[in-house]
C-alpha cells in the first residue's frame, strides 16, 4: 500500500513536471508573414540547333569572348584542334568589345561561312 | 544561345567553378542542357603550356577528355529532352509564409536566403498595410524590372513586394518613397561579378530633413534610423526581388563587398555647400526643392585627413591612381581606352578650403581640373597596356615618344578623359576634421522621390 502510493506520488509529480514544461510552447502565438520574393519570368525554351554528322570538311570557329589575359587558351586550342582534326577548318576570331558585348555581324559571319561555333573562356 | 538560333550547332567552354552560374543561366534562358565543357580554373594569365595541358586533359566536372566532349557537344545527335520546345513553368511563390512562431519564421527567412544575414522585421500583413501608407501609389502598381548584371533574367516586382522588403530591412513608412525611387531605377545594389562590385545611394532635397537622415557628424557610419535602414532596404531589394545575391550564381564576388549590408547610404549636407557650389542633384537637372535619389557603382573607398601633404587637389590626384578595377589599371584591349572613375566625399572643412583658398568656385571646376591633371606614372601605364607597349616598340606614335620620357615621368594621357565621366564630388561630414573619402564610383543614375510619395 504504501509502496502503491509512493509510485502514485512519483507519477503524479512527472506529469506536474510536464505540464510545467510544455505548455508556454503550446501557447506560443503563431503568425503569418507575407512572401518577399518577387516574380520569376516565364521561360521560353530554345530549341537547340541539328548537330553535325561529322565535322570533317566544315568550317568551325573558335570565339574568343575577350575576357582579360585568356587570349592563349584560345590560341592553344586552335593550334590543337587543327593538329589532331586537320580535316576541320577552325577559324580563330575576338568577338566585339568585352565579353558583355554582343556582336551581330560575327555571327552573321558564322551563320554564313561556319557550320559550327566553339566560344570561351572566362576567367 | 544566339548562334544556336540560328541553326549552328555551340560547344561554350568554361571554367569550372562557374559550374552553376552558367547551368543556372542557361536553364533560365531556355536551354537547360546546353552542352558545356568546363577546363579547370582559372585560365586567365596561364602560359601556352598549361593551356595546352588543360586541353589534353579531362573536363574536371565530367570526367571526359576535354577537347573528344567538345567535338560531340557539336556532333552527338539531339536527344528528345534536349529537343523540347514551349516553356518551362515555374510555379509563382506562394502569398504568405506560415502560420508559425515568430522564432521559426526568422529561421525559415534566413534558410530561405531572404535576408542578408540578419534578423529581419518580420513582414506581417499588418506591418505591410503599414508601410503602403508611406506611399499614394497602388500596392499592385508595377515598379520596375531588376537583374543582377545584362545576361541574366529581369524580375518584376510590385509596391507592395518593395513595401515587404522595406518592412524586412526595419524601414519606416516615412522613408518608402524614398525606398520606392531607389527601387524604381531597376538598378541592383548587389551586381554579380568576380570583381566585388558595390553600390552608393545619396539623398538630396527636403526628405532628406523630413525623415531625419544624416548629412552631418558620421553620416556613412551607423546610429542613424534612416540610413541604415534604407540603404539595407536596396539590398533585400536585389536579393528577393531582383534575383541577385545567391553566392556562386548571382553573387559572385570572390573576396564579397562590406558595403553591400547597407549600400553606403548618405545624405548631402547641402547647408554646408560652399556658395556657387550645387548639390548633386541639382547638377544633374533637378530643381533644388525636389527630393532625389542617386546611385553610384564603384568598388571601394579611400579615407584621407586633410594634413600633409597639401593641397587637397594635388593629394586627391595622386589618390585617384590608386584604384586599378576601375580603368586606372584595368585596360581590356588596346584601342578600346577605358576611362577611369573618382568619386569625393567632401567633409564642409575640406570643400571650404577647396572654393577658398584653392579658387574652385564650383564642383565642376574642381572636376575638370583634377581630369585635366591626372596622369599615370610610366610604370603603370605600360604595365596597363602591353599592346601600346608593343607599338612604343615597334615606333609607333605617339607610344614611341612616350617610352624615351626620363624615369619618373608622366604619360600625358589624362587618366579621367572620358566628359561622360566626370569626376562627381559630394560635400557631407560633422566639420570635426577635414577629411575626405575618394572612391571609385561612376554614377549610375537618379531618380525622383517626390513621384512616390
Redesign the interface.
Known sequence: MKKGMNYLLIGVFLVASLLVVYPSQAE????????????????????????????AGKT?YIVNV?????D??L???QK??AE??PQVNWVLRDKR??Y?D?DPKL?AE??EK?????????? | MTVEKLGIPTAPVITSVFEDLVKTNAYKKGMPLQRFTFVPHPIAGKPASECREYLKGNDPITGKPVMQEIIEALTKPLTEEEKKTGFIERPAPPRLVGPDTPDNLQRLFLKNAWTDGLPIVLPTEEKVAEMLKGTSQKPNKVVATMRPSPPHEAWEYTVEKVAINAVMAGAKPEYFPVILAIASTGITSLFTSTTSFARMVVVNGPVRNEINMNSGIGALGPFNHANATIGRAWTLISRNLGGGGTPGSTYLGSQGNNFNYNNLCFAEKEEELPKGWKPLHVQKGFKPEESVVSLFSGWSIIDNGGFKPYPYNEVMKHQSLAFYTSGTGNCFKSGVPDSAALTLLLDPLVAKDLKEARGFKTKEELSQWLMKNTFKSAWAYWACRPDDLQKAKDGVEPYASWLKLPEGALVPEPVFFDPKKPIEIMVLGGQTNPFWQAGDFNYVGSASVDKWK
Do not use: C
Open positions: 506560443e502565438a503563431k503568425i503569418t508573414a507575407l512572401n518577399p520574393l518577387g516574380s520569376a519570368p516565364l521561360i521560353r525554351r530554345v530549341s537547340m540547333a541539328p548537330r553535325l554528322d561529322t565535322l568551325v575577350m575576357f582579360p589575359l585568356t592563349q587558351f590560341v592553344e586550342m590543337a584542334f589532331r582534326y568589345g568585352t558583355f554582343d555571327w558564322i551563320k561556319g557550320n559550327a561555333m566553339i566560344m570561351g573562356i572566362g576567367h
